[in-house]
């Protein structure tokens, strides 16, 4: 990458969403799933954030999209070119200077073709065709339905209708479910390709090994938080490079490395103890680590843990 | 593809062929089975003839016949076009289902197409603001609706409209006591609607619950999720991505809704004493006249059936999922 300083094309800021559910009977419970959750995406740069899967990853995209259900509610700030994202700067930007890559067909309009689908509101039918061509889809797909795409069809539908409008910033949900390595890698490559012309990307992922090939930082999602950002480089030199201790389990655990499974589970939403989250699987917890931890700035990236170095 | 699709209305004709004859089987039998007898219906009680006489006529109109032979003989003419001749009406039971069919048929279409309409647009509205209170309105007085039984509704809109009010006229399809040929389209019209509003309000709460339960489904799915992360407003996901996707199964359930629409139409015409099939049935039914009841029972199987086979094949024509299928299978 180059030396000038970029600029913060996205930047969220203590995002905390929670979603109110009725328990047993009538009480309303208030689930936190998100927890004063921190993250930028420079220009031109890929993000991956990775954690596993059922996570709450999804809820950020969407909490970024302003997508969230009605019970859903959320404090901190997500900032867009740093101008604050509110619904109405959202209304102005969705569709033209952010757009979304969504996990799968089922995003589509099943009873449209999807050559309209990619036109949408804003591009026209030249612009789809260039489109096509571009993403070697043949003119004949334009005119199907979405059940009738093949997977790799899909995903390159999914990537027109997110670029028709040339976006500055991507979101994608698990861009590469259910694709075999190939198809994978051909969508990866698409994203490093609209990442080196200028669009930043948000891609939010189960698969790290995806991660490694395209992302430029990659942030690691635990619990509903992100306990580390940094360069992709650091996470490739194995565990030693890395800050935060889940992290460095994480990537240890991986069978290009040692393999060894960290123990324990992720806390529930319902059921989260104080301070840092990781607590109750690190090996390094003491008293301090049950006070509030902020995410600090650390060598090239971003940690929150006390201990880290 | 068209292949397939000849094949499947074929075969839906072939049930519905099928489906006739059950129907006049049954009709059949339940009718003869009633403890009626169409000799004394129609000659009357008091009739001052000779038993050998009575038998006679029996004899003649094959009464005495094991019931499969007299099942074939009626059946045998009904395919000659030969429906008998009612005693209600003293005319052919073809005439008479021809006439009261037409009546009846303003009316049910009239009423098919306000409840289909406004039901549809009702339905719309409250699944996009569910739990507002425009919603919760709706939704309950289309639940008393659905509870409430059809000639009660008919009485009630007859007390307040015709008697209190004094609005509309009480019942028939005409001014009483005026000649047929004086009646004008005004008259008509004049009688028909509270006949129709009440068929209406019977018929919508179905089509404003079903379609409420539709759209609430549609909008909660990810493509309308998808639309808006892409910028479409909410007037332009309605009709670019919620109409496409209710429309189908809202216009198929009217045409599948056509046998409520029949009973209905049966209890709101004796309330307003309207001279249609409903009408007839229950005229049929006092005078055990058994011709024209079972030429009802036949016509109003049509009737119905062709509601469903339009449902049917609407499915096949627009649904692009189930148009593949049929060219793949
Ligand atoms: S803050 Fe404490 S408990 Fe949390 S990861 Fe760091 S050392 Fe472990």
């Known amino acids: 990458m180059e030396e000038k300083v970029l600029r913060n094309v ?85 569709g033209r200077e952010i757009a979304f890559i969504p996990q799968s067909v089922d995003y589509l309009d099943p009873l449209m073709k999807v050559g309209k689908q990619v036109v949408g509101v804003y591009s026209s039918k030249e612009r789809q065709r260039q489109l096509f061509e571009k993403y070697q889809l043949k003119k004949e797909v334009e005119d199907m339905y979405p059940f009738q795409l093949s997977g790799g069809m899909a995903r390159r539908i999914l990537i027109s209708a997110a670029v ?102 992720q806390p529930y939403a319902g059921d989260l103890p104080e301070g840092c989250l990781f ?17 600090r700035d650390l060598r090239e990236g971003k940690v929150r843990c006390i201990h880290a170095t | 593809m068209s292949m397939k699709k000849g094949k499947k209305i074929l075969s839906e004709c072939i049930r519905m062929v099928l489906l006739l004859v059950a129907v006049s089987i049954v009709a059949f039998i339940l009718i003869t089975k009633a403890p009626i007898d169409p000799l ?70 009239l009423a098919w197409v306000l ?3 406004l039901g549809f647009v009702l339905g719309v509205i409250c699944g996009l603001r569910q739990g507002g209170i425009f919603d919760r309105i709706i939704k309950l007085i289309c639940f008393i609706l659905k509870s409430a039984p059809t000639f009660w509704i008919g009485i009630l809109v007859l007390t307040v409209f ?77 009709r670019r991505h919620v109409l496409r996707n209710i429309a189908l199964p809202a216009i198929t359930v009217q045409f599948a809704s056509f046998s409520e629409l029949f009973g209905g139409m049966a209890l709101a015409e004796n309330v307003f004493a309207y001279p249609g099939i409903g009408t007839a049935t229950t005229a049929a039914a006092m005078n055990a006249d058994v011709p024209l009841l079972l030429g009802i029972a036949l016509f109003s199987a049509i009737f119905v059936f062709i509601g469903n086979l339009i449902a049917n094949i609407l499915y096949g024509i627009f649904d692009p999922r189930t148009r593949e299928e049929a060219g793949d299978a």
């Open chain 2, 40 to 109: 004394v219906s129609y000659i009357g009680t008091n009739s001052t003839l000779s038993t050998e006489a009575k038998q006679e006529i029996a004899q003649y109109w094959g009464l005495n016949d094991p019931l499969p032979q007299r099942f074939l003989t009626w059946a045998g003419h009904v395919l000659k076009g030969d429906f008998g001749t009612s005693i209600t009406y003293k005319k052919p039971v073809i005439e008479v289902i021809k006439s009261r069919f037409l009546y009846s048929g303003i009316l049910m279409l």
């Open chain 1, 10 to 94: 996205l930047e969220i800021n203590d995002l905390v969403v929670s979603f109110e559910m009725y328990q047993k009977g009538f009480r309303k419970k208030k689930l936190e799933v998100l927890h004063s959750l921190s993250l930028d995406v420079k220009e031109g740069e890929i993000v991956a954030v990775v954690g596993s899967s059922g996570s709450g990853k999804s809820v950020l995209a969407h909490a970024v999209l302003g997508l969230l259900p009605k019970n859903a509610t959320m404090t901190g700030n997500i900032k867009y070119q740093g101008e604050l994202l509110t619904p109405k700067e959202r209304k102005k930007y969705l």
């Open chain 2, 162 to 238: 015709s008697v209190q009010l004094g609005w509309f006229p009480i019942g028939m399809a005409a001014p009483a006591g005026k000649l047929a040929a004086d009646v004008t389209i005004g008259d008509r019209i004049y009688h028909l609607i509270l006949p129709v509003l009440t068929l209406t309000v019977v018929n919508i709460s179905e089509v404003v619950l079903y379609t409420r339960q539709k759209m609430i489904e549609i909008i909660n799915q990810d493509f309308i999720l998808y639309a808006k992360a892409r910028g479409e407003s909410l007037w332009q996901i309605v």
């Open chain 1, 164 to 265: 028709t409008e040339e976006p500055k910033l991507i979101i994608a949900d698990e861009p590469t479910p259910g694709l075999n390595v190939e198809l994978a890698m051909d969508t990866l490559r698409h994203f490093r390709k609209l990442a080196d012309n200028g669009t930043s990307i948000l891609m939010i992922t189960h698969d790290i090994d995806l991660a490694f090939q395209v992302a430029d930082r990659i942030a690691v999602f635990y619990a509903g938080t992100i306990v580390e950002i940094s360069p992709t480089g650091d996470f490739l030199a194995g565990g030693k490079n890395l800050r935060h201790p889940y992290s460095k389990a994480f990537i240890t655990a991986l069978p290009q490395n040692e393999f060894q499974p960290l123990k324990g589970t």
């Open chain 1, 279 to 295: 607590a109750p699987r690190c090996p390094k917890a003491e008293i301090a680590c049950n006070g509030k931890i902020a995410m």
């Open chain 2, 115 to 117: 409840s289909g309409v």
